[in-house]
């Protein structure tokens, strides 16, 4: 064993692919669960903070150590803080099962890594907007805001931090809207232009929003919430969340991970109000795998044990995401719907009129393929839309995403890494010391 230790340790220093970037970054220990204790212990107590849970808030001290050179709030593009595009590496952990032992110390995998230099410096290019986004906003949100509010700062920090070309809109730009589902509502709410919802004290938040560099989108989300009540919730969903990502590698099968999730979510109970609830792995959402320009390209990762006996393959990269609720464990389409998306099966469709046209036109220019929202459009000049949206839809140009709720009164929690399944190793991409 002790043996085999060394070889492993030794391929980590020999293959660059393997190893940390070339700013003496130490490669991330496999199954390194240090990252909220480490920013507890950098964190400076911010007085006028309200109390947060489910994240580990960053604050002064940790964010210089995690963002060499970047300021607070974050204005600097993340590709000139990385100027030898050595962007940082993911947390590094071993294919699991028997099957997977000899992956590290292959010579043939080894060889096979330098074909994913590309994709990889794009990847962790984005993985590290996504982690000084999203660690900004931690700081940002508070109880009173309107949710628009909330996610008008993400998404001005993800394109200022990601260099967005107005000239280039598909080179980096957003990978999907900004998710800020409260509540029962469990995904796929942003707000829609005139929404003014304010987050609540007693609210639990979802926020799940996407960096995208030459295609490749990295897709992550928390849960957080101001009310210590909850905290059951957050630590079954992010334990459960831990556990998929653990036990998922290449000729995985997709049950099995399933099964992996559903066990640990079924564990855990939650009182609230002198009730004990019952915690469900949400059935009908589910984790996906990411092409370039399509968040979802074609396996799924549920959170249950549903027999496919599919496995996952090597160089495939997945958003690992559960969703658990204190309601029946299923949602169902809720509200009106803000997020769309150009259809990858309808090239053509007659359309009635110009409005209906030209929308397209822009979509296909600004969008392609990502999925965007109505206020995106509002935004981008593209006001009174919606009769020329509906036509595209009908047509089935554009497909709809409508937000997904539990029943009224019940609670939903998430978390989401994007994982690449290396030749030599599983790379999770967007880890941080928040979570």
Not at 221 to 237: D, H, I, N, R, W
Not at 339 to 353: E, K, M, N, Q, Y
Not at 377 to 398: K, P, W
Not at 411 to 421: A, D, K, P, R, V
Request: a negative charge; proline letters at 6%; glycine letters at 8%.
């Amino acid at each position: 064993r002790s043996h085999k230790k060394q070889q492993k340790e030794k391929t980590l220093e020999d293959n660059p692919l393997l190893s940390a970037n070339n700013h003496d970054e130490k490669t991330p220990e496999p199954n390194n669960n240090n990252h909220q204790t480490n920013a507890k212990r950098n964190a400076k107590k911010d007085p006028n903070a309200p109390n947060v849970y489910g994240i580990s808030i960053v604050k002064d001290d940790q964010w210089k150590i995690a963002h060499p050179g970047q300021g607070f709030p974050p204005t600097h593009p993340v590709s000139r803080l990385y100027p030898d595009g050595q962007f940082p590496v993911g947390e590094i952990t071993e294919h699991p099962g028997d099957f997977n032992t000899h992956r590290m110390t292959s010579k043939e995998k080894q060889a096979a890594e330098p074909l994913l230099a590309e994709q990889l410096q794009a990847c962790r290019e984005a993985a590290e907007i996504h982690r000084q986004t999203r660690q900004d906003a931690q700081r940002y949100i508070r109880p009173g805001m309107k949710m628009v509010e909330i996610c008008q700062r993400i998404e001005q920090t993800n394109l200022r931090l990601m260099g967005f070309d107005p000239a280039r809109p598909l080179a980096r730009s957003w990978g999907f809207p900004t998710g800020c589902s409260l509540n029962n509502v469990a995904a796929h709410y942003t707000p829609n232009s005139g929404d003014e919802t304010v987050l609540g004290k007693d609210d639990v938040m979802k926020i799940d929003f996407g960096t995208q560099i030459n295609g490749w989108i990295m897709d992550c989300a928390f849960t957080m919430t101001f009310s210590p009540k909850y905290e059951q919730l957050l630590e079954c969903v992010k334990d459960s969340t831990n556990t998929g990502i653990r036990n998922m590698g290449v000729d995985v099968r997709i049950c099995d991970i399933g099964a992996a999730i559903s066990e640990v979510i079924q564990s855990y109970t939650l009182e609230l109000d002198g009730q004990v609830y019952e915690i469900k792995p949400i059935d009908n959402i589910a984790g996906h795998s990411i092409a370039p320009y399509r968040i979802h390209a074609g396996k799924s990762l549920p959170s249950v044990d549903n027999g496919d006996q599919t496995k996952l393959e090597e160089n495939e990269l997945y958003a690992l995401e559960t969703f658990v609720s204190t309601g029946t464990g299923r949602v169902n389409e809720w509200g009106e719907c803000s997020h769309f998306g150009r259809s990858f099966d309808v090239d053509f469709a007659p359309l009635r009129t110009r409005t209906a046209k030209q929308l397209l036109g822009f979509i296909n220019k600004r969008f392609g393929t990502l999925a965007f929202c109505r206020r995106w459009l509002d935004d981008e000049g593209q006001t009174r839309h919606l009769m020329a949206l509906n036509q595209l839809v009908q047509s089935g140009l554009v497909e709809t995403y409508p937000a997904l709720a539990d029943k009224p009164g019940s609670f939903t929690g998430q978390y989401e890494h994007s994982i690449l399944l290396r030749p030599t190793c599983k790379e999770i991409l967007t880890r941080g010391d928040d979570f």
